[in-house]
């Protein structure tokens, strides 16, 4: 039984991945690249990710009998998304080797965990107070003040899961609409703009940083990543400082995406990390040396990490909902590189591609 967590998993092993998304499937042709296989655990029928993979296992993530199946028919486990039950990944974790560690996965899909640690290791965040009741609720609008942010600390992405309290007379509706005893309420933080990094760490404990990417978001769903991001040496060298300490203090092993923001003094705020694939990291598909969902693949298999260098400046733009019935035109432009997820059915909010235009 492998469960070593320095093991190199050589071409030829097969990984398993735990979600069908996109993330799932642009890391599965990658892998593919370097000769891997890679098995697909999801609870959809024809996901994006099965589309590309060798093998898929559509099941319930608490299905135990499914979940020791697979995890005994790969070589080594990851996960392209963070809402999984931690005691799924414990099962599996006690079969195989998992990459990115649950420990990590446990901190990045709750809220307040994750601000919590990155406090303990000194990286700024927005003000914010843990809320477990009504009354908690009362006294942190008191101290933090309005405008600010009610979240829920589990199961939110693309502005899902949070309401803006603009008076205090809204925190009863605010409370009652997200009806949890397990939230966070943020200070709203006036901002520049939006940034994000990448961070790939090995095995070895090397790591390497990608370029700092500014992010546009439309309706909290990111909409265009442009490369390199307009802000100053400085700030672009605080924002990977604090990535590759958060890479070190978690021990990771994989990719960590964080999101920040950038302040009017050029001073950079945390705001969110996913120790994965990250959507503002597509740009690397068609702008960097190696792509993240290369540099993912090397980093869980033990493999030496690329490099990171940007080759081209890139604009990442989301094709979203009915966004994606513009491909005519990307198909003609020679700048444009074409992303699309397999998804049959056109949503609003739902990411069906992306496009990378590069700079001519």
């Known amino acids: 039984m492998k469960n070593n967590s320095l093991d190199v998993f050589p071409p030829g092993s097969i990984i398993g991945i735990m979600g069908g998304g996109q993330?799932?499937?642009?890391?599965?042709?990658?892998?593919?690249n370097l000769g891997y296989r890679c098995h697909i655990y999801t609870e959809d029928t024809d996901s994006p990710?099965?589309?590309?993979?060798?093998?898929?296992?559509?099941?319930?993530?608490?299905?135990?009998?499914?979940?020791?199946?697979?995890a005994k028919a790969v070589d080594i486990i990851t996960y392209e998304f963070e809402n999984i039950p931690l005691s799924s990944i414990t099962l599996l974790k006690n079969i195989k080797a998992i990459r990115p560690s649950p420990s990590i996965l446990a901190i990045s899909q709750h809220r307040g965990k994750e601000k919590e640690f990155a406090e303990q290791h000194g990286v700024n965040v927005a003000p914010y107070k843990i809320i477990k009741k009504i009354s908690d609720l009362e006294s942190a609008i008191k101290t933090i003040g309005t405008p600010s942010v009610l979240k829920t600390c589990r199961f939110g992405y693309d502005g899902k899961g949070q309401i803006v309290i603009n008076e205090p007379e809204e925190i009863h509706s605010a409370w009652n609409q997200l009806s949890s005893d397990d939230l966070v309420l943020e200070q709203f933080v006036e901002f520049e703009k939006e940034i994000s990094i990448i961070i790939a760490r090995d095995t070895?404990?090397?790591?390497?940083?990608?370029?700092?990417?500014e992010n546009n978001h439309v309706d909290h769903i990111l909409d265009a990543t442009t490369v390199p991001a307009d802000i100053t040496?400085?700030?672009?060298?605080?924002?990977?400082?604090?990535?590759?300490?958060?890479?070190?203090?978690?021990?990771?092993?994989?990719l960590l995406a964080v999101e920040m923001f950038v302040m009017g003094d050029g001073t950079v705020v945390m705001n969110e990390i996913a120790p994965r694939p990250h959507n503002s990291g597509h740009w690397t598909q068609d702008g960097a040396q190696t792509s993240q969902f290369e540099q993912f693949v090397r980093a869980i298999t033990g493999q030496p990490l690329g490099e990171t260098k940007m080759t081209r400046p890139v604009k990442m733009q989301n094709l979203i909902g009915d966004a994606v019935r513009q491909l005519p035109s990307f198909f003609t432009n020679p700048n444009a590189k074409i992303h699309l997820y397999g998804k049959q059915e056109v949503r609003p909010g739902r990411k069906m591609g992306h496009v990378n235009i590069l700079e001519p």
């Open 204 to 213: 070895n404990h090397k790591t390497k940083a990608y370029q700092a990417a």
């Open 233 to 254: 040496d400085k700030t672009a060298s605080m924002a990977a400082d604090i990535g590759l300490k958060l890479a070190e203090s978690l021990d990771l092993i994989g």
């Open 23 to 32: 993330l799932g499937r642009m890391t599965a042709l990658a892998a593919a």
């Open 49 to 70: 990710a099965a589309q590309v993979s060798a093998t898929t296992t559509v099941a319930s993530y608490k299905d135990q009998a499914a979940l020791t199946q697979f």
